[in-house]
């Protein structure tokens, strides 16, 4: 049973904005930390930046700060990523997850952390 969807993946230039979503089934959001992973090809899965299950704080990794923005609308189940400036080395399969422990204080970056994903949205991001 799929509980996480993303969407809004696609081919994109240089320097263009894209805005991914995830939507999800509602125990799968309620009390969880989430977060959005992305994995190139041949690649490790990595952190790309992460939000507190009542949106009071977020994190997002070096390589993406400033330029990449997670939100989420917890009423709508649905969790956003909005990318600004994407490079060539921002294209990847982006994945979105849920965190394995309700309630987290801390925002997990790794992804042992996260026991429920989405199948995965492919951006490209040509030069």
């Known amino acids: 049973q799929v509980q996480l969807a993303e969407s809004g993946g696609r081919w994109v230039q240089a320097g263009d904005s894209l805005r991914l979503s995830c939507t999800t089934s509602?125990?799968?959001?309620?009390?969880?930390?989430m977060a959005w992973f992305r994995q190139p090809r041949e690649k490790e899965r990595e952190f790309v930046a992460g939000?507190?299950?009542?949106?009071?704080?977020?994190e997002s990794a070096v390589s993406v700060k400033g330029r990449f923005t997670i939100a989420r609308d917890n009423p709508k189940n649905t969790l956003y990523l909005e990318m600004n400036g994407l490079l060539p080395e921002d294209t990847a399969v982006y994945y979105c997850?849920?965190?394995?422990?309700?309630?987290?204080?801390?925002?997990?970056?790794?992804?042992?952390?996260?026991?429920?994903w989405g199948q995965g949205t492919q951006v490209t991001v040509s030069s």
């Open positions: 939000i507190k299950w009542n949106a009071s704080r977020n």
């Open positions: 509602v125990d799968s959001i309620v009390g969880r930390n």
């Open positions: 997850a849920a965190d394995s422990l309700p309630w987290r204080r801390e925002i997990v970056t790794t992804t042992s952390g996260y026991d429920r």
